[in-house]
C-alpha cells in the first residue's frame, strides 16, 4: 500500500530517492520496477504490476471515443520503465520532468498502488486551492464514493 505524502529533492540529473518507507513496497511488488507517465500536472509512477493492469484497462478503452484516445496517446506515448537503483533512486527522463514542470524540489504523493510526483509549487497551489474549496461546492465528488463527512 502506498500512501502518505513526501517533500523530496531530484538532483541534477533528474534522480529523485524513494522515501525509505516505500522501498520494500516496491521492490517486493516489483523488483524496483516501475513506470512513469504524465497526468495533466504531474507524473504518475506505477509498480510495473500495476502499470501493466492500468494499462490493460485503458487500452480496452473505444480508441473512436476522443476523449478515450487521447488518454491513451498521452498516458502510453509518455509510459517510460524505470528502475530503482541499489540506492532506492530512479531516474525521471528530462521529457517527463519537463511536461510535468518538475524542479529540483518535488512532492511525492502515495496514492494506494501509484504514486504521484508534483513540482512542490505546483503541489502547494493545487492543495491550497482544494482546502480554500467549500466541501459543498465545487469538488465534483463522484457519486460512487457516497456522502463524505467533512
Known amino acids: 500500500?502506498?500512501?502518505g505524502a513526501s517533500k523530496i529533492a531530484l538532483d541534477a540529473k533528474g534522480r529523485m530517492a524513494i522515501p525509505s518507507r516505500y522501498r520494500d513496497a516496491v521492490t517486493s511488488r516489483s523488483?524496483?520496477?516501475l513506470v512513469a507517465t504524465v497526468d495533466r500536472e504531474c507524473l504518475l509512477i506505477y509498480p510495473e504490476p500495476d502499470w501493466e493492469e492500468f494499462e490493460r484497462n485503458l487500452m480496452a478503452m473505444p480508441?473512436?471515443?476522443p476523449v478515450a484516445r487521447g488518454l491513451q496517446q498521452i498516458m502510453m506515448g509518455y509510459a517510460t520503465d524505470i528502475r530503482m537503483d541499489a540506492h532506492g533512486r530512479v531516474l525521471i527522463p528530462k521529457d517527463l520532468r519537463d511536461v510535468a514542470g518538475l524542479g529540483r524540489r518535488a512532492m511525492l504523493l502515495g496514492q494506494r498502488h501509484r504514486f504521484e510526483l508534483w513540482d512542490e509549487?505546483?503541489?502547494n497551489a493545487k492543495r491550497?486551492?482544494?482546502f480554500a474549496t467549500d466541501p459543498g461546492e465545487g469538488l465534483g465528488l463522484p457519486a460512487e464514493l457516497g456522502t463524505l463527512t467533512f
Do not use: P
Request: without cysteine.
Open 1 to 3: 500500500m502506498i500512501r
Open 31 to 33: 523488483g524496483g520496477k
Open 63 to 65: 480508441n473512436v471515443n
Open 121 to 123: 509549487d505546483r503541489w
Open 128 to 130: 491550497d486551492e482544494w
